[in-house]
Every structure is written in C-alpha cells, then in structure tokens.
C-alpha cells in the first residue's frame, strides 16, 4: 500500500474523532469556564481550528464613576484651553514682533510741483490745490489722479457710510473736516460719566480714507463756488494765521452735520451740550469737580445741594440717556467711592417741553420711562418751557390752573439737549441758493441732489439736509404729462381707474416717501370719485395729491437716517461712474444721470432704541419692547454690531467688562 493512500485513511479515521473532541470541549466550556484553557492546550493546532475564550465575554468591566469621569473631561478641556490660550498669547507676541521696525521706511516719491505750490485763481484769487502731496504715495493713489474728484465735506455718519459703500476705484477721493475722527455719537452719554472711554468711541478717518486711496485735509470748509465747482477751505497754520484755499471737485458731499439750537433762550452759556468728544469730557469733568468740592468742610449745606443738582433740558433720548447714566453712576459708584451725604442730596431733573419724554417714541414706552425715573426718583417736569439759565439756577414756565407760572430749580450743572439748527457754511449756502427756503436744513430733492445748484454736482446727506417731499408743487407737472400725452387739455383731463394706477407708480417713483400712503389705489380711487363718475377729473386728482403732500413728514435727523442716505449715495456714485468708462478729471459734463442709473433715495425707519437705568426700550413701528438688564444686553449687543471697526468692538467690550470688575472711571483730566 503506498503511502499516501496510507496517509488519507488515517485522517479520515481521525477527523470524525477530533471533531469529537471538540464538541466536548465546546459543552465542557459552558459547564465549566475556568477549565477552557486546559482544553484548548490538549487540542492539536494543525487543524487551523481557533476558539475564543469565554472567560473575557463573561467578567464585565467595571465602569468609571460619574465623578473620575467629569474630573477626565474637566482637565481635558481645561489643558486644550490652557494650550490654545498659550498659542494665541505666543501668536501675539509673535505678530507684536513684526510691528516695530528697526530699517527707516522712507524713500524717494515724484511729487507734483503745483502740489508744492500751487497756482492761484477763483472769485477771491486763492490757491487751488488741483494736486495733493499724498497723490503719488502709491500705485493705487497715482491711478486715482487721473479719476473724477469726489470731494466730501464731514466725517459724520453718513460721510463714514458713503467711505464704506463707494467702489474704491471710481473717483480720486478728498475728505475735508476740522475732526479727524469718526464718533460714534448713540454712545456718548456714556462717556460722560465713565462707563465707556472716550477713545473707545472714535475711529481716525485716515484708516476710514485708506479704503478708497483717498486724501484727508483736516480744514474747514467755509463756502462753495457752484459755477466754477471749487470749495473755500479754511485752517490755521503753525503760526497762527488763517489761510484759504480751493479745493476742485467733480462731485460734492455735503455731510457736515448741525450745531445745537438755543432756542433763544438766555444764559446758555451757563449750560453743556453733548454734541462732540470734548462735550463729553467737559461734562465728565464738571460733573466730578462739583462732586469733590461738595466733599470740602468749606461747602455750606445749600452750596452743597446746589452743586449736587443735576438739570437736563430736553427729554428727547440724548438727554435721556444722559440722565440715565447719571443714575447709574450715582447709584453704583459713588456708595463705594464718596461720603453717602452725597449720594443722598444729589437730585436729576428733566426739563420737557411736551407731555411726554421721549415724544418720539410709543407712548407706552415713554410712560415706561417716566415710570422708571419715578422709580429712581429722578425727577420728570413735563409741559415745561425753559425761560432763562442762569449761574446758579434755571427758570422754566409751567401752566397751573390755566396760568402761565414760573419757577425755577437751584443747579450746578445743566445740559442743554433739544434740538438742532443749521452749520455756518450751511447756513451761507441756503442764502446762495434762491431755491433754498428751509431755515432749519439744506433742502434737497429724493436723490439727495442740493436744490438750487447744478443738477446732479452737489449733494447733501445727514443732519444738515432735509429731503423735500413737495408733491403738491410738482402736481402741475404731472398733470400736465398726462395730459400731453393724451392729447388734452390738463383740467378737461379724466384718468380712469388703470391710468390712475400708472399715475401712482409715477408719484412713487419720484417721491419714495409716498409709497406709504399710496397702498390702497383703489380705495383712493374710490374715495375722491366724488361725483362717482367712474374717472377722477382734473380737481379731484389734485385734491388727492395735495393731501398725500399734507400727509409727509420730514425725514428725522438721527444717525440711522444718515447712515442710508450714505449707503445710498455710495453705491449710487459707483453706478454713475460704471455708466460713464473713459471719463477724465474735471471731464464730467454730462447732464444729469440720477435718475437714469438709480432709484431714488427711501428711507426705512429700522427702529429707535434707549438707554433707561440698567434697562433699554425699542420702538420697532407697532413692535415695542421694554425691560430690565437683558433688554440692556440687547440695546448694547445692538450698538455693538453697528460699531465701524473691530477696533472700537474691542474696546467697548473692555470699557463694559472694567465697568463690571472694576467700576467706572472717576478720574477727570
């Protein structure tokens, strides 16, 4: 027999035998655990056969406590945040160390030699600076000489807005202003009291200017030539002396804002405004210094209560919030920092000549606001009209029993908060411009063009503007249209319901304001069909428009409203310059393109926000809200979105986390 037969009987004897063998290994495993190990010892491996052990299926691990478990991810997480705390602080350090220069960074640049000394002209034969020192800093600046000039007078809101929006490439840009700082205005009662710091409030306008490759010219502006497109600009030199040059312009911003309205009221020069970052720290100083010298064993007891009583005239939201901080300060600092006689004979006023603070807003907001001052017992004069500041007191007229009467409040200080009136050079440019009949504002039409001047060269954007909503004076001339183009005479015209509507799309187009009151065409129709002949004749179409006329407002002078009006402008300013490729400096003569390449100018009122006492109330148009810190949180994360530069939202965020570690700033300098 050979032995490979041999062989294959063999194994196939002995398969069905180690097959045995290992079903009882198999029952032997379920009986007896422990013995498995054995077992599988005695079974020979040359049958590639393969058991896992049981023993680690049947002992179960015994879990973490919660305990060692949250201690694991509490050092987890606290050893990743320790590390990239340290990378980010080793990154800092690193990108500080790339800041300093130790090579000097200047080099030769060509600079015009009428930059240097330029040629004079004009009505007053003054230099006209047609060429900038800084024209040829860079290649961007360089390519922008040969650009329309866009000139704009202000650093305000929406001067900042229109900076921001306009396409850095269009026009060869020259800001003129005598701050070279942007302020975030909303925020400023805070300043006067030192919750926030007056830097963390401003943004140089040079940073702002670098966007676009324009110019800076810290001046100001003094008066406009319209025919010959220069502006008068004014500033002292090293020595002193007022000097006076002209600036060229294609294309003229006016944002230069407002000064305060005094009302004809005497004595205001007893009084602080808040309008500026020197307002601010005029009134932080004031309000300190009358605070330590009611600290002097020298300060009789009525000195003391007249230097601790603080007058606000104007309940409107800057004088407002003002007092609001004022509570603050008085309630949260001075305990730990003054004698608390202090604290006890400090009194706020509010002087108001309306039945309400806050007017403006929803009525159920402004009585949330009076009833919060009741609160805090800050006192509320309303239907109050002020009649004289003096040194050392203020005289206001309220009417008791029918009868004018007047009274007066002791004060040591008294900030003066309501209303606006127009800038010099506004002032001087109203006068210049026949078509000029506003006393408070520039007027200027729905595409913010200056009414008076050259179609489509000036414009006029913020507080120092107005948009003139005259529908009733250009009724004439759409009636004429309409009929020019049904071939009839305007008063035998009769517009039927569908030629009503395009009358409508018309007035919308030219005065965006309207839309609101042009919603329902077929009620109105209705309406002023009086003799229900089906049509609206010549007298009735009239009367219609003549009340929508009667219907719009003025446009209010708050940074939200200059904030669009300079979006707008920008982006309206890069549409013209797309229309027109190939044009040169001082080539632009090409009529007007308003209208041709945008929509008019329509404001959309977002909402009005203020500050009450560690609370904050919104007016939203038909949606208000009031309340205590968490409304607060929310008015801040508001203006802190609407901030100009990461810069500034850092350093709010530090002033409020100080205010909160440390309390307020109670140093005057």
Same mark, same amino acid.
């Given at each position: 027999m050979s032995a490979a037969l041999l062989r294959s009987r063999v194994a196939s004897v002995s398969l069905p035998v180690q097959h045995g063998r290992l079903r009882a290994i198999h029952a032997a495993s379920r009986r007896r655990p422990v013995a498995v190990t054995r077992c599988l010892s005695r079974c020979p491996p040359s049958y590639g056969v393969r058991l896992q052990s049981s023993v680690s299926e049947g002992v179960e691990k015994k879990p973490r406590s919660r305990a060692v478990t949250w201690m694991y991810t509490f050092f987890a997480y606290s050893g990743f945040f320790i590390f990239m705390s340290g990378a980010v602080v080793v990154a800092f350090f690193v990108y500080d160390a790339t800041t300093y220069r130790e090579d000097p960074s200047a080099e030769d640049i060509p600079v015009s030699e009428l930059a240097l000394n330029p040629r004079r002209g004009g009505p007053k034969d003054l230099p006209i600076a047609e060429?900038?020192?800084?024209?040829?800093?860079?290649?961007?600046?360089?390519?922008?000489?040969e650009k329309p000039r866009l000139v704009i007078l202000g650093t305000g809101w929406g001067s900042v807005a229109l900076l921001k929006?306009?396409?850095?490439?269009?026009?060869?840009?020259?800001?003129?202003?005598?701050?070279?700082?942007?302020?975030?205005?909303?925020? /400023?009662? %805070? +300043?006067?009291?030192?919750?926030?710091?007056?830097?963390?409030?401003?943004?140089?306008?040079?940073?702002?200017?670098?966007?676009?490759?324009?110019?800076?010219?810290? +001046?100001?502006?003094?008066?406009?030539?319209?025919?010959?497109? /220069?502006?008068?600009?004014?500033?002292?030199?090293? %020595?002193?002396?007022?000097?006076?040059?002209?600036?060229?312009?294609?294309?003229?911003?006016?944002?230069?804002?407002?000064?305060?309205?005094?009302?004809?009221?005497?004595?205001?020069?007893?009084?602080?405004?808040?309008?500026?970052?020197?307002? +601010?720290?005029?009134?932080?100083?004031?309000? /300190?210094?009358?605070?330590?010298? &009611?600290?002097?064993?020298?300060? %009789?007891?009525?000195?003391?209560?007249?230097? $601790?009583?603080?007058?606000?005239?104007?309940?409107?939201?800057?004088?407002?919030?003002?007092?609001?901080? /004022?509570?603050?300060? $008085?309630?949260?600092?001075?305990?730990?920092?003054?004698?608390?006689?202090?604290?006890?004979?400090?009194?706020?006023?509010?002087?108001?000549?309306?039945?309400?603070? $806050?007017?403006?807003?929803?009525?159920?907001?402004?009585?949330?606001?009076?009833?919060?001052?009741?609160?805090?017992?800050?006192?509320?004069?309303?239907?109050?009209?002020?009649?004289?500041?003096? &040194?050392?007191?203020v005289l206001f007229e309220q009417t008791e029993n029918g009868q004018p009467v007047v009274k007066e409040i002791p004060m040591g200080f008294c900030l003066w908060s309501t209303g606006v009136s127009r800038a010099a050079i506004c002032k001087k440019l109203s006068d210049k411009l026949e078509a000029q009949n506003n006393k408070h504002a520039l007027e200027t039409d729905s595409h913010l063009r200056l009414i008076g001047a050259p179609l489509g060269d000036v414009y006029a954007i913020g507080d120092c503007s107005t948009v003139q909503n005259n529908v009733k004076e250009h009724i004439v001339s759409f009636l004429r249209t309409i009929a020019w183009e049904k071939g009839k005479d305007p008063e035998k015209v009769h517009l039927t319901f569908s030629e009503w509507r395009e009358v409508a799309n018309r007035v919308r187009k030219r005065f965006p304001q309207a839309s609101n009151h042009l919603r329902r065409l077929d009620r109105l129709f209705e309406l002023y069909d009086i003799d229900h002949s089906g049509t609206l004749d010549y007298g009735e179409l009239y009367e219609l428009l003549h009340q929508i006329d009667t219907k719009l407002t003025s446009l209010p002078a708050t940074a939200q409203r200059a904030h669009q009006q300079g979006e707008y402008l920008g982006r309206k300013l890069s549409k013209i310059a797309a229309a027109l490729p190939g044009y040169r400096a001082n080539q632009i003569d090409y009529g007007d393109l308003d209208e041709t390449v945008y929509k008019a100018f329509k404001y959309r009122h977002l909402g009005s926000l203020a500050y009450i006492s560690n609370a904050a109330i919104f007016d939203f148009g038909g949606l208000n809200f009031s309340g205590g810190v968490l409304a607060m949180y929310l008015w801040r994360s508001v203006y802190f979105a609407q901030s100009v530069s990461f810069r500034t939202r850092c350093m709010l965020a530090m002033d409020w986390a100080k205010r909160a570690l440390f309390g307020r700033d109670l140093m005057s300098f």
């Amino acid at each position: 027999m050979s032995a490979a037969l041999l062989r294959s009987r063999v194994a196939s004897v002995s398969l069905p035998v180690q097959h045995g063998r290992l079903r009882a290994i198999h029952a032997a495993s379920r009986r007896r655990p422990v013995a498995v190990t054995r077992c599988l010892s005695r079974c020979p491996p040359s049958y590639g056969v393969r058991l896992q052990s049981s023993v680690s299926e049947g002992v179960e691990k015994k879990p973490r406590s919660r305990a060692v478990t949250w201690m694991y991810t509490f050092f987890a997480y606290s050893g990743f945040f320790i590390f990239m705390s340290g990378a980010v602080v080793v990154a800092f350090f690193v990108y500080d160390a790339t800041t300093y220069r130790e090579d000097p960074s200047a080099e030769d640049i060509p600079v015009s030699e009428l930059a240097l000394n330029p040629r004079r002209g004009g009505p007053k034969d003054l230099p006209i600076a047609e060429f900038l020192v800084g024209d040829h800093d860079s290649e961007q600046m360089a390519a922008q000489t040969e650009k329309p000039r866009l000139v704009i007078l202000g650093t305000g809101w929406g001067s900042v807005a229109l900076l921001k929006t306009l396409n850095p490439d269009d026009y060869h840009v020259t800001v003129v202003s005598p701050t070279n700082y942007f302020l975030f205005t909303p925020m /400023l009662p %805070s +300043a006067t009291v030192g919750t926030l710091g007056l830097r963390s409030l401003v943004e140089p306008v040079r940073r702002i200017v670098q966007r676009v490759h324009g110019h800076f010219l810290k +001046a100001e502006a003094v008066d406009v030539e319209f025919s010959e497109k /220069l502006v008068e600009v004014s500033q002292l030199d090293a %020595s002193g002396n007022r000097q006076n040059f002209y600036l060229p312009y294609d294309k003229l911003v006016i944002g230069v804002g407002c000064v305060t309205n005094p009302h004809g009221v005497k004595g205001l020069e007893h009084c602080n405004f808040l309008k500026t970052i020197d307002d +601010a720290r005029q009134i932080k100083n004031k309000v /300190l210094e009358n605070m330590e010298i &009611a600290c002097l064993p020298t300060t %009789s007891d009525e000195e003391r209560k007249r230097l $601790l009583s603080f007058v606000v005239c104007g309940g409107g939201p800057t004088g407002v919030e003002f007092a609001a901080e /004022l509570f603050d300060l $008085l309630n949260e600092d001075l305990l730990h920092s003054f004698p608390k006689i202090v604290r006890n004979e400090i009194s706020v006023h509010i002087i108001q000549s309306r039945g309400h603070i $806050l007017n403006t807003y929803d009525e159920a907001l402004s009585k949330y606001a009076e009833a919060r001052f009741a609160r805090d017992h800050v006192e509320v004069l309303t239907n109050a009209r002020v009649k004289e500041v003096q &040194a050392d007191k203020v005289l206001f007229e309220q009417t008791e029993n029918g009868q004018p009467v007047v009274k007066e409040i002791p004060m040591g200080f008294c900030l003066w908060s309501t209303g606006v009136s127009r800038a010099a050079i506004c002032k001087k440019l109203s006068d210049k411009l026949e078509a000029q009949n506003n006393k408070h504002a520039l007027e200027t039409d729905s595409h913010l063009r200056l009414i008076g001047a050259p179609l489509g060269d000036v414009y006029a954007i913020g507080d120092c503007s107005t948009v003139q909503n005259n529908v009733k004076e250009h009724i004439v001339s759409f009636l004429r249209t309409i009929a020019w183009e049904k071939g009839k005479d305007p008063e035998k015209v009769h517009l039927t319901f569908s030629e009503w509507r395009e009358v409508a799309n018309r007035v919308r187009k030219r005065f965006p304001q309207a839309s609101n009151h042009l919603r329902r065409l077929d009620r109105l129709f209705e309406l002023y069909d009086i003799d229900h002949s089906g049509t609206l004749d010549y007298g009735e179409l009239y009367e219609l428009l003549h009340q929508i006329d009667t219907k719009l407002t003025s446009l209010p002078a708050t940074a939200q409203r200059a904030h669009q009006q300079g979006e707008y402008l920008g982006r309206k300013l890069s549409k013209i310059a797309a229309a027109l490729p190939g044009y040169r400096a001082n080539q632009i003569d090409y009529g007007d393109l308003d209208e041709t390449v945008y929509k008019a100018f329509k404001y959309r009122h977002l909402g009005s926000l203020a500050y009450i006492s560690n609370a904050a109330i919104f007016d939203f148009g038909g949606l208000n809200f009031s309340g205590g810190v968490l409304a607060m949180y929310l008015w801040r994360s508001v203006y802190f979105a609407q901030s100009v530069s990461f810069r500034t939202r850092c350093m709010l965020a530090m002033d409020w986390a100080k205010r909160a570690l440390f309390g307020r700033d109670l140093m005057s300098f």
